[in-house]
């Protein structure tokens, strides 16, 4: 079973600075998909960026970009410039791209702070 | 707007009682789901139905039930069964892009029972 770790339970980061948010995962599978999603404190699940295991190329979507280490199975994320608005906790998830399973597995979290 | 909807927004219950939580979507999605989440948990699969009067189990379904018999609606029913009800439920359902199933949240219910 795939398994997903977020070792880092809480970050805190100044306005305008830029932080980076740590996830690994376990599978054995070489073909899947990887997502940062957000929860800020009105609890709604807000996709943040994807990235597919078959493209090289790390994703970007504006001020968030990820780190994707293939070998390493290691898939960062970072805020750049990072707002008030960015608190929130962060959750990391695994999907298999075969089999038909269209399943999430998650981490457990990282809660971001932003200090103005 | 298209979107997910779970009623009500808090939910109350004693002890023994079955309770159901209610999720609707207008997305015209075929997959829908049911997670949990508790303090330091992160969500964790309780029910998935990826078409209308089909679902499988996720990982932790014990003492949950669930029916799929119209598209737009995944209602989960919490039973007295469930030894630890007292927590936040999100439903969720998915369409497939190239980029994956994304799933798209509904803005969850928070259970407490006592």
């Known amino acids: 079973a795939q398994t997903v770790t977020q070792s880092q339970p809480e970050m805190s980061v100044q306005e305008a600075e830029t932080v980076t948010l740590s996830c690994t995962y376990d599978?054995?599978?070489?073909?899947?998909?990887l997502f940062w999603y957000k929860q800020p404190p009105s609890r709604q699940m807000i996709l943040v960026i994807r990235q597919e295991a078959y493209k090289q190329q790390n994703a970007t979507e504006n001020r968030f970009s990820v780190n994707f280490q293939k070998a390493a199975k290691s898939f960062s994320l970072k805020i750049s410039d990072s707002q008030l608005g960015d608190a929130a906790m962060y959750f990391c998830?695994?999907?298999?791209?075969?089999?038909?399973?269209?399943?999430?597995?998650f981490g457990k979290g990282t809660k971001l702070t932003v200090n103005p | 707007d298209g979107g997910i909807t779970q009623s009500p927004k808090y939910l109350f219950r004693k002890e023994g009682q079955n309770v159901t939580l209610s999720c609707e979507q207008n997305?015209?999605?075929?997959?829908m789901y049911w997670y949990r989440q508790d303090p330091g948990q992160g969500l964790r699969l309780i029910y998935y139905?990826?078409?209308?009067?089909?679902?499988q189990k996720g990982d932790i379904a014990e003492g949950y039930s669930v029916s799929r018999e119209k598209k737009e609606s995944f209602p989960l029913t919490v039973t007295s069964a469930q030894k630890n009800p007292t927590a936040f439920y999100l439903c969720?359902?998915?369409?497939?892009?190239?980029?994956?199933?994304?799933?798209?949240f509904g803005p969850g219910t928070r259970l407490t029972v006592t």
């Open positions: 997305l015209n999605h075929d997959a």
């Open positions: 139905s990826q078409i209308v009067n089909d679902f």
């Open positions: 969720a359902s998915s369409i497939y892009l190239s980029t994956g199933y994304e799933q798209y």
């Open positions: 599978t054995s599978e070489s073909d899947y998909y």
């Open positions: 998830a695994y999907q298999n791209r075969q089999g038909g399973s269209e399943k999430l597995v």
